[in-house]
């Protein structure tokens, strides 16, 4: 599984043969320039799903419910579903939370959306966690993990994204819950991975902060650079564009206009 945020970037994760798109609302950060994911609203969310449901033909494509839209009620969350479905057209929505998002979850599969659980580190919850931290490091934190694993299981969730675990704590997880997890920062041991496709391609300037996790397997941004300089030169000493990039004329026609 991959994150996109629009037609381009859910094309190329549709070409390289991704199973699942994830709209991540990590797009407030990679794609809006914001400073976290609290600000990012559900139309916001459903604007680059549309894009990314264009741009993905083949995989799976799942909607981040942005903080603030599913919280209040099972009936809230329900409803921004069905919003992120019917007008994002995505096939599935991804919420954050364990135990306590059980009557959501419930509640959005009842209906017929597919839903994603997320727990562990819950980047929406930062301020409630004290940051960007590994989750269930001790015994009783990786107790609490299990039960809210086990929670959206039996809510209905069809899989979990375990985000910043001990490997062997997911592993275990992953073990003991008959549903597929996605790991991030968790391992190998799960069922599957998930990465937000700015950082995995190298999307970014250097020097920016990476989390531990996180392979750079390409340098989008370095090509990109590279390609935009070499333009700019061009245009500037006149080597751009060359003859093979112009409209031809016969002289005859241009010759009586010259006249
Ligand atoms: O918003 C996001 O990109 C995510 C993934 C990293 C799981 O939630
Ligand atoms: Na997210």
């Known amino acids: 599984m991959l994150t996109a945020h629009d037609f381009p970037s859910a094309h190329v994760a549709d070409a390289a043969g991704m199973d699942m798109v994830l709209v991540g609302d990590s797009l407030a950060m990679v794609a809006l320039g914001l400073e976290d994911t609290s600000e990012v609203l559900l139309e916001e969310m459903i604007l680059h799903c549309r894009s990314?449901?264009?741009?993905?033909?083949?995989?799976?494509?799942?909607?981040?419910?942005?903080?603030?839209?599913?919280?209040?009620?099972?009936?809230?969350?329900?409803?921004?579903?069905?919003?992120?479905?019917?007008?994002?057209?995505?096939?599935?929505?991804?919420?954050?939370?364990?135990?306590?998002?059980?009557?959501?979850?419930?509640?959005?599969?009842?209906?017929?959306?597919?839903?994603?659980?997320?727990?562990?580190l819950t980047p929406q919850r930062q301020n409630a966690l004290g940051g960007f931290r590994v989750q269930g490091k001790s015994?009783?934190?990786?107790?609490?993990?299990?039960?809210?694993?086990?929670?959206?299981?039996?809510?209905?969730?069809?899989?979990?994204?375990?985000?910043?675990?001990?490997?062997?704590?997911?592993?275990?997880?992953?073990?003991?819950?008959?549903?597929?997890?996605?790991?991030?920062?968790?391992?190998?041991?799960?069922?599957?991975?998930?990465?937000?496709?700015?950082?995995?391609?190298?999307n970014f300037p250097p020097g920016r902060f990476l989390p531990k996790f996180v392979k750079k397997y390409g340098d989008v941004w370095g090509e990109a650079k590279r390609g935009i300089e070499a333009y700019r030169c061009e245009v500037k000493e006149r080597a751009y564009p060359a003859v093979e990039h112009t409209y031809p004329m016969a002289k005859e026609e241009f010759a009586e206009f010259e006249r």
Do not use: W
């Not at 479905?85 to 929505?93: L, Q």
């Not at 039960?147 to 062997?168: I, N, W, Y």
């Open 139 to 202: 015994a009783a934190g990786a107790l609490r993990l299990l039960a809210d694993a086990r929670a959206v299981q039996e809510a209905g969730a069809f899989a979990v994204v375990l985000e910043a675990v001990p490997a062997e704590v997911a592993t275990l997880i992953t073990k003991k819950l008959r549903i597929p997890t996605i790991g991030i920062g968790a391992g190998n041991g799960c069922s599957g991975q998930v990465l937000v496709q700015v950082d995995m391609s190298g």
């Open 52 to 120: 990314v449901s264009r741009g993905a033909k083949t995989a799976f494509i799942v909607g981040d419910l942005p903080m603030g839209s599913y919280e209040i009620s099972a009936e809230q969350a329900l409803g921004s579903a069905i919003k992120m479905v019917k007008e994002g057209r995505v096939h599935a929505i991804k919420l954050e939370g364990g135990v306590e998002m059980v009557p959501a979850i419930s509640k959005i599969t009842t209906a017929g959306i597919p839903v994603l659980a997320h727990i562990g």
